[in-house]
């Protein structure tokens, strides 16, 4: 493992990260639960409130939460980037942003407006906080690479995609009189596309080489991929402004490049890990390759709905899409990671804490064992997902269990590695 370029000496404390990651997988849980009590009407639409509810416990709650998380431990070590007051930042941003997603995806499943409104103000200083804390610490980091500017960029495809959540929260709850089919739109596409995708491309840039023992990322394709992501993304925005057919015409081609950039960025992680150095079995890599097929898919199953209108109109079509970029990209590629930072975080803390030789081995910390059966368990639960987008019964029912069993399996899987560093901390 390549640690150059590594700032360590600026890491936050463990306890930083870890209350992120500790949280995150409670979601995971409810959202598994919500789906197994919602059954087949949960699937009815893809805008049913049960559905929009699920969605963003995936969202909000599991995604951003690890994501918060690690970009508080990931600012200091990739970009040298420090986190100021790094105990009360990540207070400031956890706790409003546990409850306002609690509120959020309670008042979305259930269709309680009020709890909409109550979340507004926590989701709104949670991001705030996180936002301006990132933001300040990246404009005065030493380093500038490909991942810093993957990173700004991500921050701010972050900030549309809260601001426009925020437009449709008051439009919920009676507070603005807006249309929300764009404005719904435009906030799946920053957040997905924008947000989640270029964080993803930013981190892969550093973790894929240093973790997978890959060479790294060619250099043309780490100096454009995130900017050009980011400027398609901000032309087929562009589109409400233009009358048709030229909004028409600009919408498609720019998703046409978006599509392109996220392919480029799959294949060439998927080439890298083909040819890694050391061909040692390591589960990150399979939670890594199976997001990576899954953003593959995401985008074939697009195409395939451009080629088709009644393929892009039904109901299957929407939810296959958002299970493949979510569940199948997004949650594989953010667990995978968690199965390498978590046990490095421990072992790295430790080394300063405990006597040389005597920190745990990290295949100690969390298990490959158990860290495959949870692999194991999350392809299955995409998979009975997938199936259930066309066969909701009996499929959703499985689909639950499975997510279920996975959800229970990373946050077992979490605890036993703070656990070993407690422990560990207390006999010193």
């Known amino acids: 493992m390549s640690m150059a370029g590594l700032s360590l000496e600026q890491a936050p404390p463990i306890s930083v990260p870890f209350r992120f990651f500790l949280v995150a997988p409670l979601f995971l849980l409810l959202a598994a639960l919500a789906l197994l009590a919602a059954g087949p009407a949960a699937l009815e639409s893809r805008w049913s409130q049960p559905l929009l509810g699920i969605t963003h416990l995936f969202t909000i709650g599991f995604m951003s939460m690890v994501m918060s998380g690690a970009m508080l431990q990931l600012l200091p070590v990739l970009a040298g980037a420090q986190v100021p007051k790094p105990h009360l930042t990540a207070w400031a941003i ?8 609690l509120l959020l995806c309670g008042g979305l499943y259930f269709s309680t407006p009020v709890l909409v409104t109550l979340a507004i103000p926590l989701l709104a200083c949670a991001f705030a906080v996180f936002l301006a804390i990132a933001i300040y610490s990246l404009a005065r980091a030493p380093a500038r690479n490909a991942s810093t500017q993957a990173m700004l960029l991500a921050l701010a495809a972050l900030s549309l995609t809260v601001s426009l959540g925020l437009l449709l929260a008051a439009c919920i709850n009676g507070m603005l009189n807006l249309s929300m089919q764009p404005l719904v739109a435009l906030h799946v596409g920053w957040g997905l596309l924008g947000w989640t995708t270029l964080l993803v491309v930013g981190v892969a840039y550093q973790v894929v080489p240093m973790f997978q023992l890959t060479q790294p990322y060619p250099r043309n394709v780490a100096r454009w991929l995130s900017g050009a992501l980011f400027t398609l993304l901000s032309a087929w925005s562009c589109r409400l402004l ?5 909004a028409g015409l ?3 081609a720019a998703a046409c490049g978006v599509a392109a950039c996220i392919a480029t960025f799959a294949i060439i992680t998927l080439r890298l890990q083909q040819k890694r150095r050391r061909k040692v079995p390591d589960i990150t890599l399979q939670f890594w390759r199976t997001g990576l097929f899954s953003l593959l898919a995401a985008v074939l199953l697009w195409l395939a709905g451009q080629a088709s209108a009644m393929l892009s109109n039904s109901t299957f079509y929407a939810l296959a899409l958002g299970m493949l ?9 953010i667990q995978g990671m968690l199965y390498k930072i978590t046990p490095f975080l421990v072992w790295f803390h430790l080394q300063g804490k405990l006597p040389p030789g005597k920190a745990p081995h990290m295949k100690n910390i969390i298990t490959d064992r158990t860290a495959r059966w949870h692999w194991r368990i999350h392809l299955a639960s995409l998979i009975f997902c997938l199936a259930s987008a066309m066969w909701p019964m009996p499929w959703i029912y ?13 946050l077992a899987n ?3 590695a703070w656990n070993i560093y407690l422990r560990a901390v207390a006999k010193t």
């Open 325 to 333: 970029f979510i569940i199948g990209f997004a949650l594989s590629v």
């Open 250 to 252: 600009l919408a498609f």
């Open 242 to 246: 233009l009358p048709e057919p030229f």
């Open 398 to 410: 499985v689909a639950g269990s499975a997510l279920l069993l996975g959800g229970i399996l990373l």
């Open 414 to 416: 979490l605890c036993r």
């Open 94 to 101: 956890h706790l409003p942003l546990l409850s306002g997603a």
